[in-house]
T-cell receptor, first 114, second 114 residues
């Protein structure tokens, strides 16, 4: 039972480098989300998608881009990494809108930007 | 905008003691409310949720929460703490109308002392 899988789990970048985090879910969920978790800040929504081919901005979208070309995948990109983007990133999915169902989370991707 | 406030970023209890984690929400209409738990180095998982109906909600691992509209609260309790309950707990809110995703509180870290 894979559920939600995030790759990579750890990454160290230098300022200005780019990278992509991949989230894959095998539950045929419509909704997918990217959150970042920082100490004392809880989880903050970066971007989300309500279906294949759609994306929307969350609370903290600046510096990130996303794509949902396939229903099962949701990619988070950093075009030019900054130290402020050092964080733990969580992907989640839900079968419909979050208020009726639960969110299913991946195990997180820890990113350090030097 | 919907929001939740978790009182206390860190709560420490003795094993066998009552666990009480506080959550207050701001909403003009009764929202849907959730508690999630995050064990070390893992993603979040749903503990319990309130949408409609009975205001006392039971979840996994002996936790329960009561929706109190008059107090705009949704506090999480467990009669007797176990060492395995040590984790971070997040309250989350979703408005019953609209499509914005879940909004999480900043989290409360629960420590259980032997």
């Amino acid at each position: 039972n894979a559920g939600v899988t995030q790759t990579p789990k750890f990454r160290v970048l230098k300022t200005g480098q780019s990278m992509t985090l991949l989230c894959a879910q095998d539950m045929n969920h419509e909704y997918m989300y990217w959150y970042r978790q920082d100490p004392g800040m809880g989880l903050r929504l970066i971007h989300y998608s309500v279906g294949e081919g759609t994306t929307a901005k969350g609370e903290v979208p600046d510096g990130y881009n996303v794509s949902r070309l396939k229903k099962q995948n949701f990619l988070l990109g950093l075009e030019s990494a900054a130290p402020s983007q050092t964080s733990v990133y969580f992907c989640a999915s839900s079968p419909t809108s979050a208020h009726t169902g639960e969110l299913f989370f991946g195990e997180g991707s820890r990113l350090t930007v030097l | 905008a919907q929001s939740v406030t978790q009182l206390g970023s860190h709560v420490s209890v003795s094993e066998g003691a009552l666990v009480l984690l506080r959550c207050n929400y701001s909403s003009s209409v009764p929202p849907y409310l959730f508690w999630y738990v995050q064990y070390p180095n893992q993603g979040l998982q749903l503990l319990l949720k309130y949408t409609t109906g009975a205001t006392l909600v039971k979840g996994i691992n002996g936790f329960e929460a009561e929706f109190k509209k008059s107090e705009t609260s949704f506090h999480l309790t467990k009669p007797s703490a176990h060492m395995s309950d040590a984790a971070e707990y997040f309250c989350a809110v979703y408005p019953p109308s609209g499509n914005t995703p879940l909004v999480f509180g900043k989290g409360t870290r629960l420590s259980v002392i032997a």
